[in-house]
């Protein structure tokens, strides 16, 4: 299955890109998905465990994805 993944922020500057097509294995979770953007060059900036949206709900790590799902990885957000 295919997903697309979406960075914001600091994350998207790491990573140098802000959304990417990702395949994945039938009953791969969002924590799957974290793990795979961890391993990407640039990816030292994201904790180990970032807040995570999937199709624009927060999820846990624990999501199992479908095929077309949008998993948002957001950033900490800091107000004025």
């Not at 391993?39 to 624990?62: K, Q, T």
């Amino acid at each position: 299955m295919t997903v697309t993944v979406l960075l914001f922020a600091s994350y998207a500057e790491s990573i140098g890109a802000n959304q990417f097509s990702l395949d994945l294995s039938a009953g791969a979770t969002a924590g799957d998905v974290v793990g795979h953007v961890q391993r990407l060059p640039g990816a030292d900036r994201l904790p180990p465990e970032p807040l995570i949206a999937v199709n624009e709900a927060y999820a846990r790590r624990d999501r199992v994805l479908h095929q077309g799902d949008q998993i948002a990885l957001i950033p900490p957000v800091a107000g004025g």
